[in-house]
């Protein structure tokens, strides 16, 4: 089967959806580094049709302050090593972030943390796969493909709504 995309807005600018065989497989930001090339987007697919209407509806409910985890059909293609980085992505939790060299610990692979850099700046489903919750030794934001203005806006928007959940609660 030929991938499909949509194009949809969010509040981190245009965002392309692309999907294979009825699951996600990509997720780019304008002026991503690491975008796949146009043509390899496939034809336009139906905006209402799966995974798009659900994929739409959870970063809808994401940028509004009303989802910590993305429930999806993803179908993500990499080396073992990506998908081993790419799951353990997920398990960083809302509103908080490590460091490369912890999440290259937390692999078993202590002294792989530029490979787990490497790994994290292919995700191709950015926003869903949380890459942007990984900063530097020293906490600074380094290394985004969609760019460190947007690595810092997904931070400071994930910072401050889990803030106020937390004092809610």
């Known amino acids: ?4 995309h949509v194009v949809v807005d969010s509040p981190v600018g245009p965002l392309t959806l692309v999907a294979l065989d009825g699951a996600l497989c990509g997720l ?8 796949p090339p146009q043509e390899s987007f496939g034809t336009p697919g ?14 809808t409910a994401y940028f509004a302050g009303e989802l ?16 081993r980085v790419w799951a353990a992505l997920q398990e960083i939790p809302y509103g908080e972030t490590t ?6 610990v937390e692999l078993g692979k202590p002294s792989a943390s530029r490979a787990v850099g490497l790994a994290n700046g292919k995700n191709p489903v950015g ?5 942007h919750r990984v900063v530097g030794s020293t906490g600074s934001l ?9 690595k810092r806006y997904l931070l400071d ?6 803030s106020v959940e937390a004092a809610l609660f």
């Not at 780019?28 to 975008?35: A, D, G, T």
């Not at 910590?68 to 998908?83: H, K, M, V």
């Open 68 to 83: 910590t985890e993305f429930d999806l059909p993803l179908n993500l293609r990499g080396t073992p090593f990506q998908g």
């Open 46 to 59: 139906d905006p209402t049709a799966e995974p798009f209407a659900v994929t739409t509806e959870q970063l």
């Open 142 to 150: 380094t290394g985004y493909g969609g760019g460190l203005d947007r």
């Open 127 to 131: 926003v869903i796969v949380p890459c």
């Open 157 to 162: 928007f994930e910072r401050k709504t889990h």
């Open 99 to 104: 460091t490369y060299g912890e999440l290259a």
């Open 1 to 4: 089967m030929e991938p499909t």
């Open 28 to 35: 780019y930001m304008v002026n991503q580094r690491h975008r």
